[in-house]
DNA sequence: GTCTATAAACGGATAGAC
DNA sequence: GTCTATCCGTTTATAGAC
């Protein structure tokens, strides 16, 4: 508790939570992308809606991309953390399918922002960083598709090709990004309900 | 066929037909813009495809987002043609169902360009001009709902809200547009069986 | 119709003061 | 940490020659 010469904390000071000023302009930046896009968005567009400068901006990141790099890191292991590490233990391949689809629902209506941009925006990212998103993103693909090839080889698949299926699943639980508002009449969980009913009946048989 | 003074025939020469080397560059612009995004395609790559410079692009058309408003509004087309035109008159409504998607996910599988275009970079266009679109948009919409709830009425549609039904059901169909690729394994045909049996599973009581 | 040249504006990023 | 000022590349769009 001594006071230091040299390490003077760079901590505190204003109510905020010391270092997540930066995590506050991660979650900023991604909401504007969301509505605007990446590339329609400029660092001075996330810069004043933080209450900085242009310039002020460029301590926090080294970069546009460095931000949509973070964000989409960001998405990512929301993913992995609300779905696949909720559901990977889930033996019934029924009732696995049936909380991916939840979980990712109410992800995807709650935490809007970041999980459309993972979506939408993965080619704005250089080579090497849009390959390692695409690696991962492929991981919960697979674990989706292996899911539905569990429930064939079980023959409670409808006649459908799993692959297929899966981009369908994807799909509709991705397009509530586009429609879902936080302030609309449905709740998250509601939400979540209806799209699972929907894709269940579609894809179990009965 | 007399030769006239004032009055130039404007057409021809090339065996191109005439009057059209706008729809080809509308053709083109499509094209790219659906591949790159509308913010991240010049109007010099757009030149540079049609064989053109910058400047001489700008013979054809007002501006970029002149270009996106035709190519919008030609997508628009096709869907009332393709779509709306060829289905309002089926009365009975699973029948109708089918042949709207059927015939919806024929159309972004191989009109792809236009239509992902219509979908993704609405908000491209100003306020005025989007407005418009998106009214049009929901006219067709509006058709899908409908058919959701004469099969709601008639007790043929799952327990399901027919209003995010039928947005899950354009989230699929153009989904489509994200993963379809004209030069793969399946024809535009199977993929729209594909979609069609998936969609009237999940949505129609059996 | 199509070109060259250029205007005018914007956006990402950095330097350096405070 | 945050700002002002500025650099530099890119982009839309136009003027005017051919």
Redesign the pocket.
């Known amino acids: 508790m001594a006071t230091q010469t040299t390490k003077r904390s760079?901590?505190k000071d204003h109510n905020g939570t010391a270092e997540d000023?930066t995590a506050e302009i991660c979650r900023t930046a991604a909401q504007i992308i969301c509505e605007k896009g990446f590339d329609a968005?400029?660092?001075?567009d996330i810069?004043v809606a933080v209450?900085?400068?242009?310039?002020?901006?460029?301590?926090?990141t080294?970069?546009?991309?460095d931000l949509l790099y973070r964000i989409i890191n960001y998405a990512m292991s929301l993913v992995e953390k609300n779905v696949i590490e909720r559901c990977s233990d889930i033996q019934n391949p029924k009732e696995r399918l049936d909380q991916i689809i939840r979980n990712h629902v109410v992800l995807v209506a709650e935490g809007g922002g970041p999980i459309a941009i993972l979506s939408d925006e993965v080619n704005c990212l250089p080579k090497a960083q849009r390959r390692e998103v695409i690696r991962r993103k492929r991981g919960y693909l697979e674990f989706v598709r292996q899911t539905l090839r569990d429930l064939e080889s079980e023959g409670l698949l409808q006649d459908l090709d799993p692959d297929i299926a899966s981009l369908n699943l994807f799909a509709t639980v991705l397009g509530v990004a586009r429609w879902y508002r936080q302030d609309g009449a449905m709740s998250s969980q509601e939400v979540a309900d209806e799209i699972a009913k929907f894709l269940c009946d579609g894809l179990l048989r009965e």
């Open positions: 760079s901590k000023r968005t400029s660092m001075n810069a209450n900085l400068t242009k310039a002020g901006l460029y301590y926090y080294t970069g546009k991309q």
